[in-house]
Every structure is written in structure tokens, then in C-alpha cells.
């Protein structure tokens, strides 16, 4: 795999506050906002998903992809991966095993919906709702685990600081500690680069959990069941169907995660003391 550079994640645009009331200090200039572009994934040559995403970490975002889309299961059947810049975008030049390349090709022939929320390459509602592995990883974490990686999440948000406009996701051990973060305008693209970051460094994903910035869908549910992680944590609520999928698969979901409660949705497995 080819180590790869990335745009800058944010840039200036020039602004003109506007005060609802009273006078609200000096005009600003300019603010940051993040980048989104176009990332074109291209398997052997043929073009699989085009998504928008901020083009940081690519690197990362292509090996957590190919993974929680079970394009692959292991970081060794990527033969090749390379980032190239085009008008307006990026393109995510892939080549993969022969175990693996067969597979994404026949997908990415069948393939009549491009999103972000998990149904590349999907044609039937029965594709769509297909069991999950279950999640067969345990932890032992409590209450006090979940409050130190939620209070320590914003010191590792970086683009989130200057910009105020992304999603973070965050791999954290069983007593809270934050060990990788990653962002990006679309929250599954940053569980995505943080699950490639795990896979990059050799870290399983099932020796700890995961905290999202972020709403909890569906999508956010399947990608943490498919890496064998054993518990996934929101500061936001969960959909209905992210709980069912969450219960089927056995992994432990956590939402509406605040610096004095949380929610225990789902816990069949007992990760939490």
C-alpha cells in the first residue's frame, strides 16, 4: 500500500456576521469551513461508489471502506492503493487480491444506488436487511469509562475546533482512554478512516468501543457489528432500525451519551458493568 497526502481539511471562506440584537463585536473576515469533495473509489479499474468525504486520512478511508463493506477482511489483500487528485474531487485507485477482486467487480456491475449510508451495490430490500455476523468480542467497561471518553473526545476534535462542521469518531479502551480519532463531514466516513486507522497500526477492534459525535443510524450499527467491535457509544439517539440491527447482531449500543447519563439501549453481552 502506498502511503498516500491529502488536501487540507478546511479552508477560508469570507463572511459577514449579521447581529440578531445587540452589537456583537468586530466583523469577521473569513471562516474555516471543511472540505467535501467528491472521493471516486475505482476497484481494478472499475469505478465502484463515488462519495463525498473530507479528503484527509484517505489512507485510512479506503482501508476502513473495503473493510466494513467486506470487500476484504484483512489489510494484506489490498495489493495496491493509491489517491489521485482530479477537478473537483479525488479519485481511490485500488487493486486488490483475487479473492477479493471477482467479488467487488460482480457488486460493483449490480450495483444501482450510490449513498453513504451503507447500500452500495444493494438491488433487494433482503440485500439490504441481510443478517450481520454476531459479534462474538466482550469488554469490560462501566458508566465511569463511557464519562472519560466523552470528556476527552472535543481536546482530540481538531477540524471540529476550528470548523464546527464535522463528525468524529473515536476508538477508545475498555477504561476510556481515546487512542485514535479521525473526521469528516459524512459520520460514516469517520468511523471509516478510524476503523482503517485501527487496521493500519494492528489494533483489533474488538479491544474496546467506539464513541460517535453523531446521530446513531443503521449504517454506523452494521460497520461496528461487521470490525467485531463490542460496543458502540453516541452522544446523539438512535434510529429504530439501528437498534433492531444493533439487538440481532449483539452488540452493545449506548446513545444520548452527556456528561451525566447515558442511555443503555442494547446490552445483551454484558460489556457494561
Known amino acids: ?44 479499474g472499475t469505478g465502484y461508489v463515488v ?37 473537483g474531487g479525488w479519485v481511490l485507485r485500488i487493486t486488490l487480491a483475487d479473492e477479493c477482486a471477482d467479488a467487488a467487480r460482480a457488486r460493483a456491475r449490480r450495483r444501482v444506488a450510490e449513498s453513504g449510508c451503507g447500500l452500495c451495490g444493494i438491488e433487494t430490500m433482503q440485500q439490504a436487511l441481510r443478517p450481520l455476523p454476531p459479534v462474538s468480542a466482550r469488554i469490560a467497561t462501566d458508566a465511569a469509562a463511557i464519562a472519560r471518553a466523552l470528556a476527552g473526545l472535543w481536546a482530540h476534535q481538531k477540524l471540529g475546533q476550528i470548523t464546527g462542521a464535522v463528525h468524529a ?24 478512516k478510524v476503523f482503517g486507522a485501527l487496521a493500519g497500526r494492528g489494533i483489533s477492534p474488538s479491544s474496546g468501543f467506539v464513541l460517535l459525535s453523531a446521530r ?8 461496528t457489528a461487521r470490525m467485531n467491535c463490542p460496543m458502540l457509544v453516541s452522544i446523539s439517539a438512535p434510529t429504530s432500525l439501528a437498534v433492531e440491527r444493533a439487538m440481532a447482531a449483539g452488540l452493545t449500543l449506548v446513545s444520548l451519551a452527556r456528561p451525566d447519563s447515558a442511555l443503555v439501549v442494547c446490552d445483551t453481552a454484558g460489556n457494561i458493568r
Open 216 to 223: 446513531c443510524g443503521y449504517e454506523l450499527v452494521e460497520k
Open 51 to 87: 462519495m463525498m468525504a473530507t479528503p484527509a486520512d484517505l489512507d485510512d478511508y479506503a482501508l476502513g471502506f473495503l473493510l466494513t463493506e467486506g470487500l476484504v477482511e484483512r489489510p494484506d489483500q489490498i495489493h495496491d492503493l493509491f489517491a489521485q487528485p482530479v477537478d
Open 1 to 44: 500500500m502506498r502511503a498516500m497526502t491529502s488536501d487540507p481539511a478546511h479552508r477560508a471562506v469570507a463572511v459577514r456576521r449579521l447581529a440578531f440584537g445587540d452589537p456583537c463585536g468586530e466583523d469577521s473576515p473569513s471562516r474555516p469551513v471543511p472540505i467535501e469533495a467528491p472521493v471516486s473509489i475505482e476497484i481494478d
Open 169 to 192: 469518531a473515536a476508538f477508545c479502551t475498555p477504561d476510556g482512554e481515546i487512542l485514535h480519532v479521525r473526521e469528516d463531514v459524512g459520520r460514516h466516513n469517520a468511523l471509516d
